[in-house]
Each structure stands twice: as structure tokens, then as C-alpha cells.
């Protein structure tokens, strides 16, 4: 009698497993979707436009110095607007380094705009003089690293000149 419910019981307990694996995927999933969506909400908040107005202003003046050559030439709130900035992407690639973003909405929606902030942000220049920007330059390298393959023309453009800053460093040294 116990043996005839064996198959019963073992069919159950399968069932079980899968179903909470299957429900806990979906609920992760749904929350990656849910952060990305929140971070493409924030990025489209008026305030944010009006930061990203501003720092986008301080950071043309010279666009291949990037957030450190712009720095003391901006005001006190253009230094904040490029801290915003700078901050949105930086929360966006640690939740993208510990996964914690939806990768192909990231891709479909923020590529473009990664592709032409990052290069902004970090300048085209050796940032030798970066300081305490470094780990802040270094992490929004490697975001654009993660959205360049989708072909955005802006991140094709920012591949090929860090192809031809790092091999005017080589041939420095």
C-alpha cells in the first residue's frame, strides 16, 4: 500500500520543486524588469532632465576632458548636475554588475544614452589625473563595454576611440 504511493508521493514533491523554482524565476525576473523600468522613470523625471540639461552644458566646453578637465571651470551647480549624472550611471552599473537589471530592456533602452554619456562623463583623454574618479570611470567603462554590442552608432564610435587611446598609450610607453 505505502509502495502504491510511492510514485504519487515522488511525483508530488517534483512537482512542488519545480513549480516553486519556476515561480521564484518569474518573480526574479519580474523584479529585474520592475528596477529598470525605475531607473528609465528616473532618468525621464523633470528633475533629471533639468540636471542632465545642466551637466551636458559643463561638460561640452571641452568634451574630451570629461567630468575632471570640466570640473573647476563649472559652477557649483553644474558640479552637482555632473554628480547626478555621473551617480545615475554609476547606480545603474552596479545594479547591472550584480544583476539586478532586466539585460535587454537595459540594452533597448539605455544603450544610446550610455553610449553618448559615458564618453562625457569619463572625457577621451588619459584620465591618469582621475583621483578619486577612477572606480567611478572604471565601472562606467565596463557598462558601455556590457551595451557596444548591440551597435549603437554612438557606442561603436566610443569602441573605436578607446581603441586608438589604448594604442596611443601602448606606443608611449
Known amino acids: 500500500m505505502i509502495l502504491d504511493l510511492a510514485p504519487a508521493i515522488i511525483g508530488?514533491?517534483?512537482?512542488?520543486?519545480?513549480?516553486?523554482?519556476?515561480?521564484?524565476?518569474?518573480?526574479r525576473q519580474a523584479s529585474k524588469t520592475s528596477a529598470t523600468a525605475e531607473l528609465l522613470k528616473d532618468?525621464?523625471?523633470?528633475?533629471?532632465?533639468?540636471?542632465?540639461?545642466?551637466?551636458?552644458?559643463?561638460?561640452?566646453?571641452?568634451?574630451?576632458?570629461?567630468?575632471?578637465?570640466?570640473?573647476?571651470?563649472a559652477s557649483e551647480q553644474e558640479q552637482l548636475a555632473i554628480t547626478v549624472v555621473a551617480g545615475f550611471f554609476d547606480r545603474m552599473s552596479l545594479l547591472h554588475k550584480h544583476r539586478e537589471l532586466n539585460g535587454a530592456m537595459l540594452k533597448s533602452a539605455f544603450a544610446g544614452l550610455i553610449a553618448f554619456w559615458v564618453p562625457l562623463i569619463v572625457g577621451q583623454s588619459n584620465q591618469s589625473d582621475a583621483g578619486?574618479?577612477?572606480?567611478?570611470?572604471?565601472r562606467l567603462e565596463r557598462l558601455i563595454a556590457k551595451t557596444d554590442s548591440i551597435g549603437h552608432p554612438e557606442a561603436e564610435l566610443y569602441r573605436t576611440q578607446q581603441?586608438?587611446?589604448a594604442s596611443e598609450e601602448s606606443r608611449s610607453v
Open 12 to 27: 508530488a514533491l517534483i512537482g512542488a520543486l519545480f513549480g516553486g523554482a519556476l515561480t521564484a524565476w518569474f518573480s
Open 43 to 73: 532618468w525621464h523625471s523633470p528633475s533629471m532632465r533639468t540636471v542632465r540639461r545642466l551637466a551636458k552644458l559643463a561638460c561640452e566646453r571641452k568634451p574630451e576632458a570629461g567630468l575632471v578637465g570640466n570640473w573647476d571651470e
Open 132 to 138: 578619486e574618479w577612477r572606480p567611478l570611470f572604471n
Open 163 to 165: 581603441a586608438g587611446k
